[in-house]
Structures are given as structure tokens and as C-alpha cells.
């Protein structure tokens, strides 16, 4: 039987609604619209986002029915909703033993020209988990990658995205048929203007030796 669950009360713990969730359909749906870009109380908004991050995580199959739905978020005008459509498709990716990722990556990498610095570092920081799930797409999301440059953001936050992209570089840099210009890229951020991009830049070539 389904079982009433306040999504507006702050106390209730995602893990136990996302558990509570794959039994209750009517529960479920009421997640998936929580992350919609339509107006939400914060903490309503805050506990379907969690949930569905955490669900997606540890029962990814209930939620690649919905596959399609979180790539429709990517096209939304709603930053929160955008950052946790990554997250849920970042995981499920991982479950998803057909890699449909491949017909969808042009609607992810163009969020990293996204408005929004924070979807598109975020996308960035997730591009390493999807190419690890997605082995035969590796080469062709580091080259994404690479060409953050032609994206749009002022000098500042490309600065700054930057940083997550070579988060992403640095895991997929051991197997990476692209080393060469991995670090060539990571080289030309030795005097970027952002702090955790310079720090990140020196602690690859420490790493590497390079």
C-alpha cells in the first residue's frame, strides 16, 4: 500500500524516500515532477532532487523507464533542474548495458555552453562517469571536452569550467588515446586566471611528470 510521504518536511531522509519510491508509483511521479522547472517550495524541490540522485544511483533500473524525461530537463529554462537531470543520467548511464547515451550526446555537450556555470561544470565533472559506462564514446566526449573553448562564457567562468573539465580529463587521461593533446590542454591553464583550475593544472603534471 502506498505510503504518505511530506515531501516539504526537511527531516524525511532521501535515501528512505527513494526507497519508499520504487514500490509507489503515484510517489515516483511525484519525485519526477519535484525536479520539473515549473516553480517549487525549496524543500520540496530539495528532497525529490536527492532522492532521485540517490535512486538513481542505487536502483538505476526504476528510473531508466525515464530516461527520456531527464533529457527533455537539459532543455529547460530551470538550472536546478538541469544539474540534477546530469546526475540521474550520469548513473543511469552506468546501468544501461545499450549506451543509449550515444543518441543524446549532442543535448549533453551542449550543456557546457549552458548560461548556467554551475550546469555546465557539472556536466563537465560528469562526462568522465559516462565515458567510463560508455567505453566506445571515451574518445569522442574527451574531444567535447577539449573544445570547451568555443563555448560562450566570459573569460571568468570559462576560466573556472575549465577546472571541472580537467577533473574530467585527469580520470579519463590513463586509457585516453588523446594524451598527447590532454596535455597540451591542461598545459595552456598553467596561468589561468582561476585558483582551482591552477591548482588542478599543477597537480596533473605532478602526477603525469609532465
Not at 527520456?68 to 530537463?73: E, K, M, N, V
Amino acid at each position: 500500500m502506498p505510503q504518505q510521504v511530506d515531501l516539504e518536511n526537511k527531516l524525511v531522509t532521501p535515501d528512505r524516500i527513494a526507497e519508499l519510491a520504487i514500490d509507489d508509483s503515484e510517489l515516483l511521479q511525484e519525485l519526477l515532477n519535484g525536479v520539473g522547472p515549473q516553480t517549487q517550495k525549496s524543500t520540496r524541490r530539495e528532497n525529490c532532487s536527492q532522492s532521485l540522485i540517490f535512486m538513481a544511483e542505487t536502483w538505476p533500473e526504476v528510473l531508466l523507464p525515464h530516461w527520456d524525461y531527464f533529457f527533455q530537463l537539459f532543455k529547460c529554462q530551470n538550472g536546478f533542474s538541469k544539474y540534477v537531470a546530469i546526475y540521474v543520467i550520469a548513473s543511469l548511464t552506468k546501468a544501461d548495458r545499450t549506451c543509449r547515451f550515444k543518441n543524446n550526446l549532442d543535448d549533453y555537450f551542449a550543456l557546457l555552453d549552458d548560461r548556467s556555470v554551475m550546469v555546465a561544470s557539472h556536466a563537465a565533472l560528469n562526462a568522465a562517469k559516462i565515458a567510463q559506462a560508455c567505453p566506445a564514446l571515451e574518445t569522442e566526449i574527451v574531444r567535447r571536452l577539449l573544445q570547451v573553448d568555443h563555448t560562450q562564457h566570459d573569460p571568468g567562468h570559462l576560466a573556472l569550467l575549465k577546472a571541472y573539465v580537467i577533473d574530467s580529463l585527469e580520470v579519463l587521461f590513463p586509457a585516453s588515446d588523446l594524451k598527447t593533446e590532454i596535455m597540451q590542454f591542461v598545459a595552456a591553464q598553467i596561468n589561468s586566471e582561476s585558483p582551482k583550475t591552477r591548482k588542478l593544472v599543477n597537480a596533473f603534471q605532478k602526477k603525469w611528470k609532465i
